[in-house]
């Protein structure tokens, strides 16, 4: 049984669900709204993805690989990360970028370096088995 808490600050737990375009588009339009009324923008505690595809390959094994290689090794640059992993620098980089473009990495940018950071503490993936009932078709 899991129950919900209420994120706070200190809470650095990415929530990972596959939800079709319509769901994506109503957490977007609500924190547009928020944005709009002057409220702060709450952290990114949920990442939509619009398939189950996009699902399996944010969590890869080398995606997750590299993530907490990030996350544990602290590395100075996307050279020592792929050196640390054992990869082609540019697979990583590749890797990397659709990572941040997912927000679930960051880069600092200290002179001609690029040093991979993790957002977050640890990913929660939340997969839905059966359509919920306002959607299902009777």
Do not use: W
């Amino acid at each position: 049984m899991t129950t919900e808490s209420t994120p706070t600050d200190d809470d650095r737990t990415l929530t990972v669900r596959v939800d079709d375009t319509e769901g994506i588009r109503a957490d977007a339009l609500e924190a547009i709204e928020g944005a709009t009324a002057g409220e702060d923008p709450e952290p990114m505690r949920t990442l939509g993805l619009g398939s189950d595809a996009e699902l399996a390959r944010l969590m890869s094994e080398t995606n997750l690989e590299l993530l907490r290689s990030i996350a544990t090794d602290e590395p100075e640059s996307i050279r020592a990360l792929a050196r640390r992993v054992d990869r082609d620098y540019r697979e990583v980089h590749r890797n990397l970028e659709e990572l941040e473009q997912l927000s679930v990495i960051e880069f600092d940018d200290t002179g001609y370096r690029k040093r991979p950071r993790v957002r977050y503490d640890a990913l929660e993936v939340q997969i839905q088995l059966r359509e919920p009932a306002d959607h299902a078709d009777d």
